[in-house]
């Protein structure tokens, strides 16, 4: 599984720079422990926790790499995690938090 993400860089709809950022600064630990607190969390992603960090990391990047979590508020950095009905703030280059 590829372990980096590219992101690019736009002026007036022309990339104007990319870099590579590894997956796990892009979903950190703490953005992880957020999903602890979630009550009523789909089973799946209760197996994927208790089965680790680095795991549960792996679902977050699979989603991404299978195009699973749309960007719904582009001006607000919200995507949406369609399988599961989660609304996600990024912010800067990493997964900052989980809308309820």
Not at 9 to 31: M, N, Q, S, T, W
Not at 58 to 78: S, W
Request: hydrophobic share 45%.
């Amino acid at each position: 599984m590829e372990r980096n993400l590219a992101v690019a860089f736009l002026r007036d709809g022309e990339v104007v720079d990319i870099k590579g950022i590894e997956y796990c600064h892009f979903a950190p630990f703490e953005f992880i422990q957020q999903f602890y607190q979630i009550d009523g969390l789909p089973a799946r992603l209760q197996r994927y926790l208790r089965l680790g960090e680095t795991r549960f990391r792996d679902e977050i990047i699979n989603a991404f790499q299978m195009n699973k979590m749309v960007l719904k508020f582009p001006r607000h950095g919200i995507f949406l995690w369609e399988e599961y009905n989660l609304k996600i703030e990024i912010e800067g280059f990493s997964l900052k938090q989980i809308l309820h």
